[in-house]
C-alpha cells in the first residue's frame, strides 16, 4: 500500500503509469481512506478483541465513542489549519473579483473573449459568466490543443483580477495595459479587480491585421529580436521556453516548423496558430512529444505594432532536441 502511494505521487513528475491524467496527487490522496478502511477496521476489531475481556461493554464503548470524537475533532482543526485557513487567504478569487464576474456576465457581448492572467481569478471567467478566456485552467490530457485554440482568438477584454496568488513571467498589471495605444477603456473595477476594453483603434487594428499575422508575410523583417533558444541550440533539457523582445508589439504569432520556409508546420500548429497578447515569451513544453529528435526545428516570430507600421517579423532561428 506505501509502495503503490509513493508510485503515484513518483509519476506525477513522470506520468509512465497509464491513467496518469487521473492519478494527479491531490486526487489519489482522496482515495487513501477506500484502501486504508479495512486495515483500519481489521485493526479495530482486534483491539476489540483484547479489550473485550479485559474492559466492560458499557466502557468500552464509552471510550470508543470518545475517541471517535476526539479523532474528529482533531482531523477538523488540522484541515481548517493546514487547508481551510490558508486556502482563504490565498485563493484567487477574492468579493471583488465576484463583483467583476457579475458584471462580465451581463455588460459583454456572450462571444467575448478575454486576456487574463493564469494567476489570478481569470481562470474562473469562463465557469462564472460563460465568457472564453486566453490562459484556461484545462485538463492536462488536452491542454496544448485547447490553449493554442483559445490564443488564436483575439481578445477584445482584458481583465486583472484582485490577487496574484504567485507570479508568471508574463502577467498583465495596469501599467502594461494602459502602456498600449490607444489607451485600453477601464470598463469596470472594484478594489484591484479590473476589465479593461480595447478601444475601437487599437481592437479594429488587431481584427484586420489578424490573418495577415498568422498567414501573410512580415512587412519589416528582422525588426523583433529574438532572444532564447540560441541559433543552432541543442535542447536537452525538458522544459522548451521561447524568448523575443516585444520591440513595441502587443500581438505575437509564434510559428514552428520542420522546413526553414515554413511550409511544413509542426501539425499542431497548423489548425490552431499560436498568438499571444501582450507576450514576451511562449511555452512549448507541451508540443515536444510533436518534435523529431536530431532533426532542426526551425522558428520565428511575427509582431503587430500598429496600423502604420503593421506587422513585423524576427529571423529564422533553429533548435534541435537532443537526446
Known amino acids: 500500500?506505501?509502495?503503490?502511494?509513493?508510485?503515484?505521487?513518483?509519476?506525477?513528475?513522470?506520468?509512465?503509469?497509464p491513467g496518469s491524467v487521473f492519478l494527479l496527487p491531490d486526487r489519489a490522496g482522496a482515495m487513501i481512506p477506500i484502501f486504508a478502511a479495512p486495515l483500519i477496521g481489521s485493526m479495530f476489531l482486534r483491539t476489540h478483541g483484547a479489550l473485550a475481556g479485559i474492559i466492560s461493554r458499557r466502557r468500552l464503548r464509552q471510550l470508543v465513542g470518545g475517541s471517535s470524537v476526539a479523532l474528529v475533532c482533531l482531523c477538523a482543526a488540522g484541515s481548517y489549519g493546514y487547508y481551510i485557513r490558508p486556502g482563504l487567504a490565498e485563493a484567487p478569487v477574492t468579493r471583488d473579483d465576484l463583483r467583476a464576474f457579475e458584471w462580465i456576465k451581463h455588460n459583454t457581448p456572450p462571444h467575448a473573449h478575454i486576456a487574463n492572467n493564469y494567476?489570478?481569478?481569470?481562470?474562473?471567467?469562463?465557469?462564472?459568466?460563460?465568457?472564453?478566456?486566453?490562459?484556461?485552467?484545462?485538463?492536462?490530457?488536452?491542454?496544448?490543443?485547447?490553449?493554442?485554440?483559445?490564443?488564436?482568438?483575439?481578445?477584445?477584454?482584458?481583465?486583472?483580477?484582485?490577487?496574484?496568488v504567485y507570479s508568471l513571467p508574463f502577467e498583465w498589471t495596469p501599467e502594461r495595459v494602459e502602456s498600449l495605444r490607444p489607451t485600453p477603456k477601464l470598463a469596470f473595477s472594484s478594489g484591484d479587480a479590473r476589465l479593461y476594453q480595447l478601444q475601437p483603434p487599437l481592437a479594429d487594428v488587431i481584427s484586420a491585421n489578424f490573418h495577415k499575422l498568422v498567414e501573410g508575410k512580415g512587412e519589416i523583417a528582422g525588426a523583433i529580436g529574438l532572444v532564447s533558444p540560441t541559433n543552432c541550440a541543442v535542447i536537452t533539457k525538458p522544459h522548451i521556453m521561447l524568448r523575443w523582445d516585444p520591440s513595441g508589439c502587443y500581438l505575437f504569432n509564434i510559428q514552428l516548423s520542420l522546413c526553414s520556409n515554413f511550409d511544413n508546420p509542426l501539425p499542431v500548429y497548423n489548425s490552431y496558430p499560436a498568438v499571444q497578447l501582450g507576450a514576451s515569451s511562449f511555452d512549448i513544453t507541451p508540443l515536444r512529444r510533436l518534435m523529431p529528435r536530431d532533426r532542426p526545428i526551425y522558428w520565428r516570430v511575427r509582431g503587430l505594432k500598429n496600423s502604420v507600421q503593421g506587422v513585423l517579423e524576427s529571423e529564422i532561428r533553429f533548435f534541435q532536441i537532443g537526446k
Open 1 to 17: 500500500f506505501v509502495l503503490a502511494i509513493v508510485a503515484i505521487i513518483i509519476n506525477a513528475r513522470y506520468q509512465w503509469l
Open 119 to 164: 494567476s489570478d481569478a481569470g481562470i474562473w471567467i469562463p465557469m462564472m459568466t460563460g465568457r472564453t478566456v486566453s490562459v484556461p485552467h484545462v485538463n492536462i490530457i488536452n491542454w496544448s490543443e485547447t490553449k493554442l485554440q483559445l490564443a488564436a482568438m483575439p481578445a477584445r477584454y482584458i481583465y486583472i483580477g484582485a490577487r496574484s
